[in-house]
């Protein structure tokens, strides 16, 4: 028989992987054996008992054989193993009823115990809130880091320190992933060209900048740095010059800055791994090289966009794949999460296999899986997604800080104060006048300018962290033996950022009373609204001839709806709208919320009908009896009700610039406004030139009213026999406008001596002839449309100079 406890570490494979612990399984190797020891009795046994074969031959003599080749004992056997061949009894071991096996289970035990310090300090953290507003989350897990590693190393233990391939394999991934998947894509995209001048002309700016001055400074004498060269300083420059996102997100999440400030700093954090991870490896190569030539820098200057473009390229070739899984998940729901965590982690892997950035590989990843994605899982697994991403980086960004701690207090430094204070101070002259110069350039092209107090935060927001430390631990001693300094200098820059720069962050942003993140949600209207301007601003820069990020956005949208989602989305969801979809996860969104507030009695106007009754469905009548249908002819239902709707839905056009049709009529009524308005302008100037009196000018109507009121007051004047004939329009006799058409041939013209009674009318007014139906009064030539007409028209449509009183009234007052 196998003796009690067997189970020894060839089983361990065998345990049940626990997500987090799995995750961080590459603390095995570093994790060194401290506070409870395994029994030294225990521990001088073998972990794996085989059992004894007792050859009947040789008695009292017992041979241990490996399992392959030991003879397998029935239970029923005759045999009995536990006597001698001679009969004799073998004294019995005592039964185990409790034993001490810490060897077995100590890798995976501290693991968990350091997880659940990591979790109860986050919990205490929030706890208390006075804590909260005045120290940073990040500084306080630091110091409970110190508080740990300097308990550690007192028991006389040497504590863990965080090794760089345990720190850029297990700790970041998670963080980056995060960041990366739940990007504001919108704010980053409108910023993209600032944010890359940050990334990418900062940090060159910075690190050579810093490694310059370094170096200036270990040339001179007395300080004992004279050893220290220009690529050794450089690589310095390199490594602390880059802005660390795990600490840009600690801070700034918790000073809720506008979302401005928080894309351009944190988006510079994400995009400056390219620079950073490029110069590293360079100037790591040139330590190593006798002569660096011309064509050594234009390699490094080609690997920028290599390492930077190459791991952009891998995330989307991992993202696309992910979104397309994701089509085929539909029947088993369970797994649907773990395609997103492994293959944003394979993109991961895979650029960090060609040291490529990996950081921009997850970022890439995330950013095209997810609205695909998305639309294929179901809410369940979006939810799942969410919170274990959350759960995953926030447990990682607050081990990172710990064991930052506990690396200050179990690691090897070698102090010395000119090059530390040189260090700490050259980083902020370097941070400030970088951001200072770009800004200064950037203003001249963004609409948007930044004012000096975003520039303050954004330069006060330079953060470093863990990524400068981990960089700094993978160098090579037999190379760069001022290793220990150079450490010591990056942690007393860490130390600096986070704890003066990020607690000090807090109350400036509010003595300064920069504009802070409002927490609103998104509406229909709003998303119409943003629609429409982006429509509106597309086809201004059309107009203008300009391709701007509007239009190559609106050709990026026409080509994803056209053919990407058709193969990266199942279903008819792939046709859906986008404003249909946002109401669609808008309303998802706020019956869950009804439900989990428990306010059914409630309801509110945003939530529809249709919303409430899949939460609540009605009750049906236990009277009506519904008629049994079976499965297909309730699909032969369904689908002619699909097709009749999307036949009602596609009778409704929509708008959409691309689709636009001109109308072949447009040019004609736009041609017949025109006249009619030319016409009508002409008629009010013929009106007033005939019927204005020399001291006021009065319209027709008004002469007319004073004629008909007092006849006997006026005479008509003794040459004022060729009076014109002026025809009204009855529709609207009292309007000025009721003039429509003067008719300019006067008495005199037909050479006949005018009649008595027109003599003693004076002005006649002859009502319109009403036009035939179906004719145009415009384009209809009249009577009045002769060549002669028109000149006279053209002619009376120029007054000239103001007229006598005399020559210009046909009625004088009597008794003038």
Known sequence: MRATGCLGVPTLHKLPSVFMVAALLGLLPLLHSHGLQPNPMLASEAPHHYPAVVRDNEPGDFTSAPPGISEEIHPLSKHSSNHTGNGHSKPEKAFPVLGIDYARIRIPFEISLWILLACLMKLGFHVIPSVSNIVPESCLLIVVGLLVGGLIKGVGESPPILNSEIFFLFLLPPIILDAGYFLPLRQFTENLGTILIFAVVGTLWNAFFLGGLMYAVCQIGGTGLNHIGLLANLLFGSIISAVDPV?????????????????????????????????????????????????????????????????????????????????????????????????????????????????????????????????????????????????????????IFIFLGVSTVAGKHYWNWTFVISTLLFCLIARVLGVLGLTWFINKFRIVKLTPKDQFIIAYGGLRGAIAFSLCYLLDYSHFNMRDMFLTAIITVIFFT???????????????????????????????????????????????????????????????????????????????????????????????????????????????????????????????????????????????????????????????????????????????????????????????????????????????????????????????????????????????????????????????????????????????????????????????????????????????????????????????
């Open 498 to 816: 986070v704890f003066v720069q990020g607690m000090t962050i807090r109350p400036l942003v509010d003595l300064l009373a920069v504009k802070k993140k409002q927490e609103t949600k998104r509406s229909i209207n709003e998303e119409i609204h943003t629609q429409f301007l982006d429509h509106l601003l597309t086809g201004i820069e059309d107009i203008c001839g300009h391709y701007g990020h509007h239009h190559w956005k609106d050709k990026l949208n026409r080509f994803n709806k056209k053919y990407v989602k058709k193969c990266l989305i199942a279903g008819e969801r792939s046709k859906e709208p986008q404003l249909i979809a946002f109401y669609h996860k808008m309303e998802m969104k706020q019956a869950i919320e009804l439900v989990e507030s428990g306010g059914i009695g409630k309801i509110p106007s945003a939530v529809s009908t249709v919303s409430m009754q899949n939460i609540h469905p009605k009750t049906l009548p236990v009277e009506r009896i519904l008629p049994a249908l079976s499965k297909d002819k309730e699909e032969e239902i369904r689908k002619i009700l699909r097709n009749n709707l999307q036949k009602t839905r596609q009778r409704l056009r929509s708008y959409n610039r691309h689709t636009l049709v001109a109308d072949p009529y447009e040019e004609a009524w736009n041609q017949m406004l025109l006249r009619r308005q030319k016409v009508r302008q002409l008629e009010k100037k013929m009106n007033n030139y005939l019927t204005v009196p020399a001291h006021k000018v009065d319209s027709p109507t008004m002469s007319r009213a004073r004629i008909g009121s007092d006849p006997l007051a006026y005479e008509p004047k003794p040459d004022s026999e060729n009076l014109p004939i002026i025809t009204i329009d009855p529709a609207s006799p009292q309007s000025p406008e009721s003039v429509d058409l003067v008719n300019e041939e006067m008495k005199g013209t037909s050479r006949l001596p005018p009649s008595p009674e027109e003599d003693e009318e004076g002005l006649v007014m002859r009502v319109k002839e009403p036009s035939s139906p179906g004719t145009d009064d415009v384009f209809t030539p009249g009577p009045s449309d002769s060549p002669s007409n028109q000149r006279m028209l053209r002619c009376l449509s120029d007054p000239g100079p103001r007229p006598e009183p005399e020559e210009g009234e046909p009625f004088i007052p009597k008794g003038q």
């Open 247 to 399: 600490a840009v997100l600690a801070v700034f999440e918790e000073i809720h800055i506008n979302e401005l400030l928080h894309i351009l700093v944190f988006g510079e954090s994400l995009l400056n791994d390219a620079v950073t991870v490029v110069l590293y490896h360079l100037f790591e190569e040139f330590a190593n090289i006798k002569q660096v030539t011309i064509i050594h820098i234009l390699l490094g200057f080609i690997s920028f966009f290599v390492v930077s473009l190459g791991g952009v390229f891998i995330g989307i070739i991992y993202g696309i794949v992910a979104a397309f899984t994701s089509r085929f998940t539909s029947h088993i729901r369970v797994i649907e999460p773990l395609f997103v965590f492994l293959y944003s982690y394979m993109a991961y892997l895979s650029a960090e296999l060609f040291h490529l950035s990996g950081i921009m590989a997850l970022i890439a990843a995330g950013v095209v899986m997810r609205p695909y994605v998305e639309a294929n899982i179901s809410h369940k697994s979006h939810t799942t997604i969410k919170y274990f991403l959350k759960m995953w980086s926030s447990v990682s960004e607050t081990l």
